[in-house]
């Protein structure tokens, strides 16, 4: 069964800064997750309680052990060859899905350290689909069965390894839907000058006071001129991309070669 969030459970938006999706619908996400309550405050706050009452957005959760067979409503067993801790077993999980999957229509996507590193470039073809599954495994992960019969992409957020894939599912979902029309406010400038958009980090950013404990804002920055002051944060975005994300200049080049 679908546990849903009620504040973020809202039918799809009339306006036109909404139709985000090809046919005028909002985005729907479910998340299948045998701990939802993880999920529960992360989307009713800031910017995603704000994307979901706009309409832009449907949030909803799956619980595999409702689809568990037993009345403990079993979701994982131990690994066939042996070894140390449990799998979650590919039964529950296939059911989450399939409860909430269309074909055609919805892209699953398994959190993984296997996957593929989730980068800006995937957050915006994201944000261009209609329903998106974030599968979530436990414990030492998941039926391999499951990524064969279900899963269309896998994701990592790092190399690193977290308790279970809620928190990726998280970050993803939060990069995904900020992207979303209007959700940010401001239009295309909300997002354009934003890190990694143009394979580089964000420039330096400052606001009131001019000065503070001694430090000030750069003299180009209260000028006036846009035209200075874009090339001056043209600059600065790339000397700080070569100081701290020299793999991110190293990429622009192989790209325009």
């Not at 909002?26 to 045998?34: A, G, K, M, Y």
């Not at 890190?195 to 980090?201: D, E, V």
């Not at 003299?219 to 035209?227: N, Q, R």
């Amino acid at each position: 069964m679908e546990d849903a969030f009620h504040p973020c459970e809202i039918s799809p938006c009339e306006t036109s800064p909404c139709e985000v999706s090809p046919c005028g619908a909002s985005l729907r996400i479910d998340v299948v997750t045998i701990f939802p309550g993880m999920l529960g405050g992360f989307l009713e706050e800031s910017m995603l309680k704000r994307a979901s009452a706009m309409g832009a957005v449907r949030f909803g959760t799956v619980n595999p052990r409702d689809f568990a067979p037993d009345a403990r409503r079993t979701t994982d067993d131990r690994p066939y060859g042996g070894g140390p801790g449990m799998v979650m077993t590919p039964g529950p999980l296939c059911g989450a899905i399939e409860s909430v999957a269309t074909p055609g229509e919805t892209r699953v996507l398994l959190m993984s350290p296997s996957g593929r590193k989730f980068v800006q470039g995937d957050a915006w073809r994201l944000a261009r689909e209609r329903h998106l599954v974030f599968v979530c495994g436990h414990y030492e992960g998941i039926d391999e069965r499951v990524r064969e019969a279900a899963v269309t992409e896998e994701f990592s957020i790092g190399d690193y390894v977290l308790t279970n894939g809620v928190l990726p599912a998280a970050v993803m979902i939060d990069a995904i839907v900020r992207l979303l029309p209007g959700v940010l406010g401001g239009g295309d400038d909300a997002t354009r000058d934003e890190s990694f958009q143009a394979g580089l980090l964000d420039f330096p950013q400052y606001t009131r006071p001019a000065e503070f404990r001694g430090m000030t804002v750069p003299e180009v920055l209260l000028g006036g001129d846009h035209k200075v002051i874009a090339a001056w944060r043209q600059d600065q975005a790339k000397k700080r991309t070569m100081e701290r994300r020299p793999d991110l200049v190293d990429k622009r080049r192989e790209e325009h070669i």
